[in-house]
T-cell receptor
Framework: DAKTTQPTSMDCAEGRAANLPCNHS???????VYWYRQIHSQGPQYIIH???NNETNEMASLIITEDRKSSTLILPHATLRDTAVYYC???????????FGKGTRLHILP | DSGVTQTPKHLITATGQRVTLRCSPR?????VYWYQQSLDQGLQFLIQ???????AKGNILERFSAQQFPDLHSELNLSSLELGDSALYFC?????????????FGEGSWLTVV
């Protein structure tokens, strides 16, 4: 699996946009970028995924650079409930398992 | 609610004992995955089953085994338990359709070995 690099932790003020970066310089052409989050000891929650184009859903936006070597997850209006560990994962479309790294611990500050 | 159901939610048992954790995948999902998360540790992939067959194996100890039944539910069996086996065990499932297979996780089973 391709490796990802994420900051260990980040802070964001409540109500502001939280921008979480991820580097995946060895990503292959058919591999997707997935984002999950884990709110303290709960099951990991799927957020969004993308291949080449930017994606948006009700939870977040995913911006993937043109060379696909990095991406940014954007939570547009962070709330205290968004405090969690966020995992950026690169996964081949036909390889089912997900391998988690250490992720980014995001603290939303009141 | 992801649709993945795990039982029991909490379990306390003694060293040397054996326990079984149960997982019901989302309706229609053919793949089931098991993960372990120890205190302050990351999520470790243990094993994956697809439609009853073992598909991928990760860091699963020989004392642990799993199976997926014809109704697609899965069980993770942990035997000769040690204190270090205390952890959160997550089950996940995916539809395993061609292309993108989003994996959805249950809320986990807390295992405490005393």
């Amino acid at each position: 699996d391709a490796k990802t690099t994420q900051p260990t932790s980040m802070d964001c003020a409540e109500g502001r946009a939280a921008n979480l970066p991820c580097n995946h310089s060895t990503i292959s052409g058919n591999e997707y970028v997935y984002w999950y989050r884990q709110i303290h000891s709960q099951g990991p929650q799927y957020i969004i995924h993308g291949l080449k184009n930017n994606e948006t859903n009700e939870m977040a936006s995913l911006i993937i650079t043109e060379d696909r070597k990095s991406s940014t997850l954007i939570l547009p209006h962070a709330t205290l409930r968004d405090t969690a560990v966020y995992y950026c994962i690169v996964r081949p479309s036909l390889d089912d398992k997900i391998i988690f790294g250490k992720g980014t611990r995001l603290h939303i500050l009141p | 609610d992801s649709g993945v159901t795990q039982t029991p939610k909490h379990l306390i048992t003694a060293t040397g004992q054996r326990v079984t954790l149960r997982c019901s995948p989302r309706s229609g999902d053919l793949s089931v995955y098991w993960y372990q998360q120890s205190l302050d540790q990351g999520l470790q992939f243990l094993i994956q089953y697809y439609n009853g067959e073992e598909r991928a194996k990760g860091n699963i100890l020989e004392r642990f085994s799993a199976q997926q039944f014809p109704d697609l539910h899965s069980e993770l069996n942990l035997s000769s338990l040690e204190l270090g086996d205390s952890a959160l065990y997550f089950c996940a499932s995916s539809a395993h359709t061609t292309g993108v297979n989003t994996i959805y996780f249950g809320e986990g089973s807390w295992l405490t070995v005393v």
